[in-house]
Nanobody, 123 residues
Framework: VQVVESGGGVVQPGGSLRLSCAAS????????IGWFRRVPGKEREAVSC?????YYADSVKGRFTISTDNAKRTVYLQMNSLKPEDTAVYSC????????????????????WGQGTQVTVSS
């Protein structure tokens, strides 16, 4: 089981980025992919997940969209109207349960993590 993120970078406020999470070794039909982010000195924050339910953190609702391309075995996080406070290392993680996307996703529910990709929003 492996997940690998890509798509981070530096963008100006108001700009957009699309993160990708490529999955291997498991079926996206039965597993949940969650996106988390972490700022140094702060707790890891759940950003979004999509299983039987879809979750977005209040801070990203209306700006971020999660989607899945089963043929490519990839989950995307489209991030629009980016703000400086979105700056963080973004990681995707895989959980062998759809319950990992009921309520606020918790770190302990996810078993496999990518290495993370840096997103920097700055003028």
């Amino acid at each position: 089981v492996q997940v690998v993120e890509s798509g981070g970078g530096v963008v100006q406020p108001g700009g957009s980025l699309r993160l990708s999470c490529a999955a291997s070794g498991f079926s996206l039909d039965y597993w949940t992919i969650g996106w988390f982010r972490r700022v140094p000195g702060k707790e890891r924050e759940a950003v979004s997940c999509d299983a039987r339910n879809t979750y977005y953190a209040d801070s990203v609702k209306g700006r971020f969209t999660i989607s899945t391309d089963n043929a490519k075995r990839t989950v995307y996080l489209q991030m629009n109207s980016l703000k400086p406070e979105d700056t963080a290392v973004y990681s995707c993680a895989a959980a062998n349960s759809h319950y990992a996307c009921t309520g606020v996703p918790a770190v302990y529910q996810y078993d496999y993590w990518g290495q993370g990709t840096q997103v920097t929003v700055s003028s």
